[in-house]
């Protein structure tokens, strides 16, 4: 059961929870991977965005340094990194969707290039906890259990946060689920914690 929460309750709820103790030192997990799903509406992508921002700010102002990557703007940098940016814009009205989905999905495969990515980008960075954001954006390219089956060995020293737009369901007979956009239950991914149901 996820707690309702207003998105000033939720602001003031993850800064609460992300700027404590028990969270930072990853407290009553029972071993399980520091990875935790933050759901909205996505109707609210635009609040959330700016909610985050101000989240970054507020947690750093308290000492709490925050490693913040948006899967869109990851993707955009490794598809420059490789020169291939302009290429991809070029031929965009000239492939159909399932081409450009195709040629995403092995430039941007989060086990070959996205994760080793977040790993330089974690190894590089001081930090005390890892926002991931963008999910929506790089939708269908990038699927969000991929990138966090993928994370499990690469950020297990610090707790990381999945902001996304969409439900993140429990269910004993179905196991759980990530919905995004509310609409796509296809994945499954069980290890996370519902950082709403979080508690200091």
Do not use: W
Not at 72 to 90: N, T
Not at 126 to 152: A, C, K, M, W
Not at 169 to 184: E, I, N, P, R, V
């Amino acid at each position: 059961m996820t707690a309702t929460f207003t998105a000033k309750d939720r602001f003031a709820h993850l800064l609460r929870v992300i700027s404590s103790e028990r969270f930072l030192t990853k407290k009553g997990l029972g071993n399980e991977v520091p990875f935790f799903i933050c759901p909205y509406d996505p109707a609210e992508a635009f609040d959330m965005s700016r909610d985050l921002r101000s989240l970054v700010r507020q947690l750093g102002q308290s000492g709490v340094r925050v490693l913040d990557v948006d899967l869109y703007d990851l993707s955009l940098s490794l598809l420059e990194e490789r020169g291939i940016l302009d290429e991809v814009l070029a031929v965009e009205a000239d492939y159909s969707k399932a081409e450009i989905k195709e040629l995403l999905q092995g430039v941007l495969d989060p086990a070959a290039h996205l994760v080793p990515k977040i790993g330089e980008l974690i190894a590089s960075t001081p930090h005390d906890v890892i926002f991931l954001s963008g999910v929506g954006e790089v939708y269908p390219f990038i699927r969000s259990h991929n990138v966090l089956n993928n994370l499990q060995s690469t950020a297990k020293d610090r707790p990381t946060v999945m902001f996304f737009p969409g439900r993140y369901t429990h269910a004993l007979a179905t196991g759980a689920s990530l919905d995004l956009f509310g609409l796509l239950h296809d994945d499954k991914y069980y290890r996370a914690f519902n950082i709403l149901n979080y508690e200091v």
